[in-house]
């Protein structure tokens, strides 16, 4: 194996799983989180001799799946599936009450356009600045602000609508 696709993998195994998360936090769609990725992951491999050099690798990996996502949205074969699981442990100690909340948030967050999910997804899951999610997203520092609060407006009233039709 040439040294290249050597580090090319290396990057793969560390890097895949938290790529497949965000694909799917964005997308709301396992199996189409996996194709994004797929299809982030041999692009990123076709540029890998300038994308090796870079500081962050990772950033710039990110960002390839965040705009696949973008991309597949935007074509009209494709249509969001809701789903009941996620790629991540949970770790409550209730696991039925741990399972209930996060299929709320992942109910709530299907509720929201695209560019208001990423936003979210990137801000308050990836942990990553405004600045940061700014430059993946490729918009301004205000379109982030704005639309994050937008979204997790949107997440409070369906959640809090899911748990009211629920009460009743």
């Known amino acids: ?5 050597r580090e090319f993998v290396e990057f793969v195994e ?4 938290a790529l ?10 396992r199996h189409r989180a996996d194709d994004v990725v797929q299809d982030a992951l041999y692009k990123l491999y076709l540029a890998w001799p300038k994308v090796r050099r870079v ?11 965040v705009n696949a996502a973008y991309d597949g949205k935007r074509r009209p074969w494709r249509r969001e599936v809701a ?6 442990q949970v770790g409550y100690d209730d696991f039925a009450a741990g399972h209930a909340e996060r299929d709320e948030v992942l109910a709530a967050l299907q509720s929201l356009g695209p560019r208001q999910r990423a936003c979210v997804v990137l801000r308050y899951y990836e942990d990553l600045s405004v600045e940061q999610t700014a430059e993946i997203l ?12 937008r979204g ?7 959640i809090d609508q899911r748990r009211a039709s629920r009460a009743l």
């Not at 497949?20 to 769609?29: I, K, N, W, Y």
């Not at 500081?55 to 799946?65: E, H, I, K, L, T």
């Not at 490729?138 to 609060?149: E, N």
Request: hydrophobic share 40%; net charge positive.
């Open 152 to 158: 997790l407006d949107t997440l409070r009233r369906a």
């Open 83 to 88: 789903i009941a699981d996620v790629p991540d």
């Open 1 to 5: 194996m040439v040294a290249r696709d």
């Open 138 to 149: 490729g918009c301004s520092t205000g379109t982030v602000k704005s639309q994050a609060a």
């Open 20 to 29: 497949r998360r965000t694909a799917f936090l964005v997308s709301g769609d």
């Open 55 to 65: 500081s962050n690798p990772f950033a710039y990996a990110r960002r390839m799946v």
């Open 14 to 17: 560390g890097a895949g799983a």
